[in-house]
C-alpha cells in the first residue's frame, strides 16, 4: 500500500537513484547531498516521498521564497505511473503551501520532457 511521507535527507540516495532512473530528470550539483539537506532544512515540511513498504516509487521537492511555491522534481518511477500518485503528492505539497499563506506556485519543466509536459 502507497503511504506519503514528507522527505528527510535519509531518504537522498533513494531519491538520487530515482532520479537517475527516470528519462527526463537532469541531476545536477544543486542536488547533492549537502544542497539537498539545506533545502529540506530551509522548507521543511514542504518535500515528500511515496513509499510502496519501504521503497520510494515518488518524490515532490518543493520549497518557496516567501511569494511563491516552487515545485522540482515531480518523479515517479515508470511502473506506478497513472495511478494518482503525482497528484497526490502535488496537492501535498500545495496544500502544505498555502498553509503558510503561499497561493501560487511555478513548477520546473524541462521543455524536452514529454511526459512531464502533458501532465
Request: aromatic share 6%; hydrophobic share 40%.
Amino acid at each position: 500500500m502507497m503511504k506519503i511521507a514528507e522527505m528527510a535527507i535519509n531518504h537522498y540516495d533513494d531519491v538520487l537513484d530515482l532520479m537517475q532512473q527516470v528519462p527526463g530528470v537532469s541531476v545536477r550539483s544543486a542536488d547533492s547531498k549537502e544542497a539537498t539537506a539545506r533545502y529540506l532544512e530551509r522548507n521543511r515540511g514542504l518535500s515528500f516521498v511515496a513509499l510502496d513498504g519501504d521503497r520510494i516509487i515518488a518524490c515532490a521537492m518543493c520549497g518557496h521564497d516567501g511569494r511563491r511555491g516552487y515545485l522540482q522534481h515531480v518523479i515517479v518511477l515508470p511502473e506506478y505511473r497513472n495511478r494518482g500518485i503525482a497528484s497526490a503528492l502535488v496537492e501535498r505539497c500545495l496544500s502544505e503551501l498555502e498553509s503558510i499563506g503561499i497561493f501560487k506556485t511555478h513548477i520546473d519543466v524541462f521543455v524536452d520532457n514529454d511526459l512531464a509536459n502533458e501532465y
